[in-house]
């Protein structure tokens, strides 16, 4: 065998250079995976904190803007109830004409509702409010004189001067609507609520084209789906929260005529109101029904109150909302009280109307951003260069 034969090999000690063991290649991969984590978290974390920062930033513009945000936002909800009757118009009139048309029966039809519901739990208000109160001084005299025997010192005192402030808040309604600057803000903000709604009916295809040209065009696919699926989410939940307040309103309304609760029809509409409101506002609703029939009945009609709703909020929960709603806003119940409990804390009434729309038009927007854009691999393979050979790359 000749000595070209043999492959020579390299010895460390004499300078040359080993190939590297096994464990040492593990050991290397091992802390690229480690230092990827870490990139990976890093930037995780600084997204998070940018879109908390952004979330600050727009909370606070809008605080600023509210008499414009808000009327924006809110015609959103009354447009998708009244864009199909407008389409239909526009198939035989212009589009102004019909804008038109749609927008003054929507207000008539808002009017009539307003001009019926307000007066009569306007007119009940003061006689609701000392019920309720009366209400809560028999809880707290069952709990300390009753089988309980809890020791409950001040609550008459807390009690009573509930009592005085919820009164003094019905006769402080007109006076604090009246003052300059509320009624400059509300007129401001109906008037242009109006406007908006008309602009929605009238050019809502366009405005939203023109928002769209605002984005890169590798985007504007995803934000067009992004808005379609918005525009239905919004638009079925709003029409869907409608209908299961009112199915609410008229059960829980017969419910407490037939226990011969007094002020059921006042409470009837307050329970559709609170039914705008998913979980919290119906709770509220009832817990205000339960309190008038304690302090009108007894314990007796109070627990029969107290079955008749929790009776129709499972009625609620476990046939209408999977009839109606399941199918657009899959939202888990502790993350719809979060929500609305944080945009109540956060804009008031405003924020808990508008937080479960918000919360499932951003699930929504996840769930699309995360999508494949489509034809991305297509493009991707047709702009791919070609090696020199011109086989495969």
């Keep these: 065998m000749s000595e070209d034969a043999v492959a020579p090999t390299a010895d460390p000690d004499l300078g040359g250079s080993a190939a590297p063991s096994s464990a040492d290649a593990g050991l290397a991969a091992s802390t690229g995976g480690s230092v990827r984590r870490v990139l990976v978290a890093g930037r995780v974390g600084w997204a998070i904190v940018g879109v908390a920062g952004a979330v600050v930033v727009v909370g606070f513009v809008v605080g600023r803007v509210s008499v414009v945000v808000v009327p924006v936002v809110l015609a959103v909800f009354p447009a998708t109830l009244l864009m199909p009757l407008a389409n239909r118009l526009r198939r035989r009139v212009p589009d102004a004409l019909a804008a038109t048309v749609t927008l003054v029966a929507g207000l008539a039809v808002v009017g009539l509702v307003i001009g019926l519901m307000v007066p009569l739990v306007a007119a009940e208000l003061p006689r609701l409010v000392d019920t309720a109160a009366e209400g809560i001084g028999d809880i707290g005299r069952l709990l300390e004189e009753g089988p309980f025997g809890l020791d409950l010192g001040g609550v008459a005192g807390l009690v009573e001067r509930a009592r005085e402030q919820l009164g003094d808040l019905g006769e402080l309604v007109g006076p604090a609507v009246d003052a300059a600057n509320a009624a400059v803000e509300v ?92 979980i919290v506002g119906a709770v509220t609703a009832g817990a205000l029904a339960v309190l008038v029939a304690l302090a ?18 499972q009625l609620e929960g476990n046939v209408l909302e999977p009839l109606i709603l399941s199918h657009v806003v899959k939202l888990h119940p502790l993350l719809v009280v979060l929500a609305v409990t944080a945009g109540a804390v956060t804009f008031g009434v405003l924020g808990a109307f508008l937080a479960v729309p918000i919360v499932a038009v951003g699930g929504d927007l996840a769930r699309i951003l995360r999508e494949q854009p489509d034809g991305f691999e297509r493009t991707n393979a047709a702009i791919r260069p070609e090696p020199a050979g011109g086989g495969p790359v």
């Design 296 to 313: 009108h009945g007894g314990v007796g009609l109070g627990l029969a109150v107290l079955a008749l709703i929790v009776g129709v909020q």
């Design 187 to 278: 007129v401001v903000g109906a008037v242009l609520l109006v406007v908006v709604l008309f602009f929605y009916l009238k050019d809502g295809g366009r405005i939203g084209r023109g928002l769209l040209t605002v984005v890169p065009s590798r985007l504007q696919p995803r934000m067009r789906r992004l808005g379609a699926r918005a525009w239905l989410t919004v638009g079925a939940f709003f029409r869907g929260q409608l209908l299961i307040a009112l199915v609410d309103a008229v059960a829980i309304g017969i419910g407490l005529a037939l226990l011969r609760v007094p002020l059921a029809l006042p409470l009837a509409v307050v329970v559709f109101f609170g039914g705008l409101f998913p």
